[in-house]
């Protein structure tokens, strides 16, 4: 239970599911509603509320409003409205019942007439991060990567800011300032499955496209693998993490068995996994 338990507090933490595809996302969901009918002794109680905020959130990309709606008035009627997650919540229901724009004024207002007041730090950055998440898509990536540095400064711990940080320094091509934003991560969530599986496919293009001579390359491959096996050791059925394993020892000397035991995880994967990483692993087998 222990594993489980922490497989699904990596996905909540890293909000990695705002990358799965529906059926991924289904997965997720009804995995995650049954480890929780099982009232793992382990979960804390606010372990347990961030869990089922993710559940609310994974419904909301499921387009199952209703039952969105049920976890959100669930939350309501236990903590009342004056929550920071259900401050969040309700921009999202907002967001999807009546536009950007009525979620957008919702917060500002809020921020506005309230949380700037009465300093509530955690409300104040869910808040702002909904802000970024719906304003983002009218700005470039230079001004998306300004707004979370920028509080980054006020909020150094935040895993989810320098999570973006580093994605957006990838994209950018600045590789280096990446890792280091995901080593950030790492440090604040240790435990962080998809963030090692992140950081080490950062340093593996590093090497390829940024690193000279062919010794510092060979450096930073070293790196990208031992983050990869760490990805995998966390979760052993991590897809990207085996992939990045595979990659990685291919252009390594001296990795033939790493390289064949990759290819044996990733050959299970194809066997039992959903179509999508079924697909997936089909394709890097066929490149490795």
């Known amino acids: 239970m222990e594993a489980t338990r922490g497989k699904f507090l990596a996905i909540m933490s890293s909000r990695i599911y705002t990358q799965f595809d529906p059926e991924e996302l289904r997965e997720l969901y009804d995995g995650c509603k049954r480890y929780m009918k099982l009232r793992d002794p382990g979960l804390s109680q606010d372990n347990y509320l961030s869990l089922m905020e993710m ?3 994974v419904g909301v990309y499921l387009c199952d409003d209703v039952e969105s709606q049920v976890l959100y ?3 309501r009627d236990k903590f009342g ?3 920071p997650r259900l401050y969040a919540m309700k921009a999202t229901l907002l967001q999807i019942n009546e536009g950007d724009a009525a979620a957008v004024k919702f917060i500002e207002s ?3 007439e309230r949380l700037e007041i009465d300093t509530d730090t955690v409300s104040y950055l869910l808040l702002q991060k909904k802000l970024l998440a719906i304003e983002r898509r009218e700005h470039d990536q230079e001004w998306l990567l300004r707004q979370v540095l920028s509080l980054i400064e006020k909020f150094p711990i935040d895993p989810e800011l320098w999570s973006v940080a580093g994605n957006t320094y990838f994209e950018l091509g600045q590789f280096e300032r990446a890792a280091y934003c995901l080593e950030e991560v790492i440090c604040v969530t240790p435990f962080n499955y998809p963030a090692f599986g992140r950081l080490a496919e950062i340093l593996y293009y590093k090497a390829l496209r940024v690193d000279k001579p062919a010794a510092k390359a060979r450096t930073t491959l070293q790196q990208a693998l031992n983050n990869a096996l760490r990805s995998v050791e966390l ?3 991590y897809l990207k993490g085996w992939s990045l ?7 390594l000397e001296g990795k033939k068995k790493l390289l064949t035991l990759a290819k044996s995880r990733l050959e299970q994967i194809a066997q039992t996994s959903n179509p999508r990483n079924k697909a997936t692993a089909e394709v890097i087998l066929k490149n490795i």
């Not at 394993?245 to 252009?251: E, I, L, N, P, W």
């Open 55 to 57: 559940l609310f959130y």
């Open 73 to 75: 008035n669930t939350f």
């Open 81 to 83: 409205e004056d929550s």
């Open 110 to 112: 809020l921020t506005k």
């Open 235 to 237: 979760s052993e059925s």
């Open 245 to 251: 394993v595979a990659a990685t020892s291919q252009k």
